[in-house]
């Protein structure tokens, strides 16, 4: 069955430091693409990074990485440098080549102090 | 160019009612989906689309329909809304290409 799990359901980070957040997933399909999300108090759904199963680099935006390792399915995602807007939400989901659905994780709750 | 609306942001019914949430893309997209957000619990998949004239159910179809007559629209009908209904609704499409995916900013419905 595919399956994504986030096993923090809250984080604490000092803002400017480092924080990663775990994520692991499940299937038995070769073709996949993984994704984190950011969920600030205002609801919307902010897309951050994205990460293909073929993907050979992590892949990185700016302050955010995807730290991707096939073998264990995990897809943990880095966030350098906490800024204190960076406290939300945080889900990872998985994308299969059907129909673009997507299966999500419960997320994490990331709280930078300041 | 608007992305993903939804229509209306808030809703509050009583039970037995009966609604349509609206979704609609400008982006000629043609994967669509409703997903739900209950707290704890992350988004699940209610139905979807690949295209219009076709549908499939998600994770969690019960007590929801849908349809798709065109590449725009992809309403969510509640037939007969129940209080296990209250959640926060997302609407999302999507091009082939697996990266990309867009949500719409959700509609928060109460069930009373």
């Given at each position: 069955?595919?399956?994504?799990?986030q096993t923090q359901?809250?984080?604490?980070?000092?803002?400017?430091?480092a924080v990663t957040l775990d994520c692991t997933y499940?299937?038995?399909?070769?073709?996949?693409?993984l994704?984190w999300?950011?969920?600030?108090?205002?609801?919307?759904?902010?897309?951050?990074i994205?990460q293909?199963?073929?993907?050979?680099?992590n892949a990185?935006?700016?302050?955010y990485s995807l730290n991707f390792q096939?073998?264990r399915k995990s897809a943990n995602l880095v966030i350098?440098?906490?800024?204190?807007?960076?406290?939300?939400?945080y889900?990872c989901?998985?994308?299969?080549?059907?129909?673009?659905?997507?299966?999500?994780g419960?997320?994490t709750?990331?709280?930078?102090?300041? | 160019?608007?992305?993903?609306?939804?229509?209306?942001?808030?809703?509050?019914?009583?039970?037995?009612?009966?609604?349509?949430?609206?979704?609609?893309?400008?982006?000629?997209?043609?994967?669509?989906?409703?997903?739900?957000?209950?707290?704890?619990?992350?988004?699940?998949?209610?139905?979807?689309?690949?295209?219009?004239?076709?549908?499939?159910?998600?994770?969690?179809?019960?007590?929801?329909?849908?349809?798709?007559?065109?590449?725009?629209?992809?309403?969510?009908?509640?037939?007969?809304?129940?209080?296990?209904?209250?959640?926060?609704?997302?609407?999302?499409?999507?091009?082939?290409?697996?990266?990309?995916?867009?949500?719409?900013?959700?509609?928060?419905?109460?069930?009373?």
């Amino acid at each position: 069955a595919q399956k994504i799990t986030q096993t923090q359901p809250g984080m604490f980070v000092q803002e400017k430091e480092a924080v990663t957040l775990d994520c692991t997933y499940d299937t038995s399909d070769q073709s996949y693409g993984l994704f984190w999300y950011k969920q600030p108090s205002s609801g919307e759904m902010i897309f951050l990074i994205y990460q293909g199963s073929y993907d050979e680099q992590n892949a990185t935006e700016g302050r955010y990485s995807l730290n991707f390792q096939k073998a264990r399915k995990s897809a943990n995602l880095v966030i350098s440098a906490s800024q204190l807007g960076d406290s939300a939400m945080y889900f990872c989901a998985m994308r299969l080549n059907q129909g673009g659905k997507l299966i999500f994780g419960q997320g994490t709750e990331l709280s930078v102090k300041p | 160019n608007a992305g993903v609306t939804q229509t209306p942001k808030f809703q509050v019914l009583k039970t037995g009612q009966s609604m349509t949430l609206q979704c609609a893309q400008d982006m000629n997209h043609e994967y669509m989906s409703w997903y739900r957000q209950d707290p704890g619990m992350g988004l699940r998949l209610i139905h979807y689309s690949v295209g219009a004239g076709i549908t499939d159910q998600g994770e969690v179809p019960n007590g929801y329909n849908v349809s798709r007559s065109t590449t725009e629209d992809f309403p969510l009908r509640l037939l007969s809304a129940a209080p296990s209904q209250t959640s926060v609704y997302f609407c999302a499409s999507s091009t082939g290409r697996v990266r990309e995916q867009y949500f719409g900013p959700g509609t928060r419905l109460t069930v009373t």
